[in-house]
C-alpha cells in the first residue's frame, strides 16, 4: 500500500527557510484523484492544513501561509517538497506529509474528500 | 474559512462504555453536489492522525465497526459503541467542503 516519509533538517534559524521533501512509495505520486498535502501540528496542539500540490504542479496554499510558501513536485522521483521562508519559532511544529482523495465537483470545484495515508511526521524546531 | 468547534475537549470513559464527541461547523459543510465532506481522524499518542470516517458516516476500510458517525449540516457526531483499551487519543473532525481545509481543535479520549 501507499507509504509516505517525511524528511528534512530538524533544526532550523530564525529567518531562515525550512525545506521538507515527501517520499511516496508504494504507489506513483501521479495517480489522477490524490493531491499530495502538507498538515503541521504545534506542540500539543491541534493539526493545520498547510497546502497541496498535484502531481502536474498545480498547488493550493492555506492564504495565513502563501506569502512564505513553495511546494514542488518530482514525479520522477516520488516526491514532493514543501519550502517555508522566514521562519520564527512560531514555525516549530511536527510536519506531516498526506494524501488526499479528491473529488472533481461541478465546474472544477474541487473537495476534499479524505486524507489517507500519513506520515510519521517530523518535527521542526526553529531555534538559533 | 470554516470554523470547526468539537466538544467536549476531553472525554473520560469506562472501558467497555460509549463515547460521543460533537463537532459544529461555522457554515454548512453540504457541498452544492450534494455530498457533505466530513471526516474524523483519529491520533493516538506519538502517532501520526489515522481516517476513521469520511463524508459524515463512510467507514475507511479496515475500520472496526463499533466507530460511526452521523449528523448533517453544521452538527456531526463521532460515536464509539464501546471503548477499548486502544481507542485511546485524540480524535479530530475535519471539513473538506471548501478550502482552506480546517481541522476541529480536538478532543482527548481517555479511560477513568
Known amino acids: 500500500q501507499v507509504q509516505l516519509q517525511e524528511s528534512g533538517p530538524g533544526l532550523v534559524k530564525p529567518s531562515q527557510t525550512l525545506s521538507l521533501t515527501c517520499t511516496v512509495s508504494?504507489?506513483?505520486?501521479?495517480?489522477?484523484?490524490?493531491?499530495w498535502n502538507w498538515i503541521r501540528q504545534h506542540p500539543g496542539k491541534g493539526l493545520e492544513w498547510i497546502g497541496y500540490?498535484?502531481?502536474?504542479?498545480?498547488?493550493y496554499f492555506n492564504p495565513s501561509l502563501k506569502s512564505r510558501l513553495t511546494m514542488s513536485v518530482d514525479t520522477s522521483k516520488n516526491q514532493f517538497s514543501l519550502k517555508l521562508s522566514s521562519v520564527t519559532a512560531a514555525d516549530t511544529a511536527v510536519y506531516y506529509c498526506?494524501?488526499?482523495?479528491?473529488?472533481?465537483?461541478?465546474?472544477?470545484?474541487?473537495?476534499?474528500?479524505?486524507?489517507?495515508?500519513w506520515g510519521q511526521g517530523t518535527l521542526v524546531t526553529v531555534s538559533s | 474559512d470554516i470554523v470547526m468547534t468539537q466538544t467536549p475537549l476531553s472525554s473520560p470513559v469506562t472501558l467497555g462504555q460509549p463515547a460521543s464527541i460533537s463537532c459544529r461547523s461555522s457554515?454548512?459543510?453540504?457541498?452544492?453536489?450534494?455530498?457533505?465532506?466530513l471526516s474524523w481522524l483519529q491520533q493516538r499518542p506519538g502517532q501520526p492522525p489515522r481516517l476513521l470516517i469520511y463524508?459524515?458516516?463512510e467507514r475507511f476500510a479496515g475500520v472496526p465497526d463499533r466507530f460511526s458517525g452521523s449528523g448533517a449540516g453544521t452538527d456531526f457526531t463521532l460515536k464509539i459503541s464501546r471503548v477499548e483499551p486502544e481507542d485511546v487519543g485524540i480524535y479530530y473532525c475535519?471539513?473538506?467542503?471548501?478550502?482552506?481545509?480546517?481541522f476541529g481543535g480536538g478532543t482527548k479520549v481517555e479511560i477513568k
Open positions: 457554515q454548512s459543510l453540504v457541498h452544492s453536489d450534494g455530498d457533505t465532506y
Open positions: 500540490i498535484y502531481y502536474s504542479g498545480n498547488t
Open positions: 508504494g504507489g506513483s505520486i501521479s495517480s489522477d484523484g490524490y493531491y
Open positions: 498526506a494524501r488526499l482523495r479528491i473529488k472533481i465537483s461541478f465546474g472544477g470545484v474541487i473537495v476534499g474528500n479524505w486524507f489517507d495515508p
Open positions: 463524508k459524515v458516516s
Open positions: 475535519m471539513q473538506g467542503t471548501q478550502f482552506p481545509l480546517t
